[in-house]
């Protein structure tokens, strides 16, 4: 899967804004589009990566018809067809990460599924069988063997598996490689200049989404396993400062990125997030095997962290005091009789 706030949260804000949504009214929405996303994804991966596709844009289309169909409560038929006119429009293509348009991709599916149901609840038509019919959607983007398509409705995988949240400002593959080695360093004292080597074990699919291994902009060092393992090595943090040009640039991290090197165990599954650090100093070789980055069902985060993160986002467009109070609704997004509201209140100057 991908990442689905990315391109859920913005049509459901904007349609929120239009209707006066209250808190229960988003989330009940947000969930229709996460399960329908998932349902609709996981007949077709990870095959569907593997080709070169970006989820993202491509079920993040589908994701955000439904939780926008959901959101201006449109009947069982509109929402139908809202899915068949978003299956239409998903593209991306993973030949772009590292590049302004692959973040462009969340803002495009985002786009394509509120417009898709809105488009629905006005009549608009599609064929009924866009998704799942000759040449339709899974005809297309899926393997050629779907055998074992199947859909089990009883499960909420908001519940079985809960949500990931990100982190690190950095391509997903990249999080348990910074985690490990951030624990490696802190566990064993590790200063830069002692550092050797970093020698890292990951799926086949990290090894295809992390292809800039000596980036020269903060897009291209987001998807740099080297770079942000370095970076993991210097930094007590890799936040948004450790994608700046001169953050690139450090001396520091340019040493330890040139001693950083990985290959790929064929044992593990294609997106498997596992990684194996190996640190070689002049004391000693010390490894560790993440399986999890933080921010995981298994590994979630503080409340500390979660709020570390949000701060730094956040106050980067608006002030302090507006981050505090923002910060605030959001974690009683379900109490808020109008949500829109309660938003411009918490930001306005």
Request: charged letters at 25%; glycine letters at 6%; one cysteine or more.
């Amino acid at each position: 899967m991908a990442i689905p706030a990315l391109r859920l949260s913005p049509p459901l804000l904007v349609l929120a804004e239009e209707s006066d949504a209250s808190g229960e009214d988003l989330v009940t929405a947000f969930a229709a589009g996460f399960e329908t996303e998932c349902a609709l994804a996981e007949p077709i991966s990870p095959d569907h990566y593997e080709d070169g596709w970006h989820a993202t844009a491509t079920f993040g289309a589908l994701g955000a018809a439904a939780a926008s169909a959901s959101l201006l409560n449109l009947s069982a038929a509109k929402t139908r067809n809202a899915l068949n006119i978003a299956a239409s429009t998903p593209a991306g293509l993973k030949r772009n990460f590292g590049s302004m348009t692959k973040p462009l991709h969340a803002g495009l599916a985002a786009r394509s599924g509120v417009t898709a149901a809105r488009l629905a609840d006005r009549g608009f038509s599609a064929d009924p069988n866009a998704l799942s019919g000759d040449r339709g959607f899974w005809d297309l983007y899926g393997p050629e063997d779907r055998t074992e398509f199947a859909f089990d409705a009883a499960e909420w995988v908001l519940v079985s598996r809960g949500i990931h949240i990100k982190y690190y400002p950095c391509c997903y593959f990249t999080h348990t490689s910074i985690a490990g080695t951030q624990a490696l360093v802190d566990e064993h004292d590790i200063s830069p200049s002692e550092i050797e080597s970093i020698h890292l074990q990951v799926a086949q699919g990290a090894a295809d989404a992390l292809h800039h291994s000596d980036p020269d902009t903060g897009l291209e060092a987001k998807f740099s396993l080297e770079y942000t393992v370095a970076s993991a090595a210097v930094r007590d943090r890799v936040g948004l400062d450790a994608f700046t040009k001169s953050s690139i640039q450090e001396d520091d991290v340019q040493r330890v990125r040139k001693r950083v090197d990985y290959d790929v165990d064929d044992t593990l599954h294609y997106d498997s997030h596992e990684s194996v650090i190996t640190i070689e100093t002049a004391d000693g070789t010390y490894e560790r095997t993440q399986e999890n980055p933080p921010g995981t069902h298994d590994n979630p985060l503080t409340d500390s962290q979660l709020r570390e993160k949000f701060d730094e986002c956040a106050r980067r467009a608006i002030s302090e005091p507006a981050s505090d109070e923002l910060a605030d609704v959001l974690m009683t997004l379900e109490d808020q009789n109008d949500v829109a509201a309660a938003i411009r209140n918490a930001t306005e100057p």
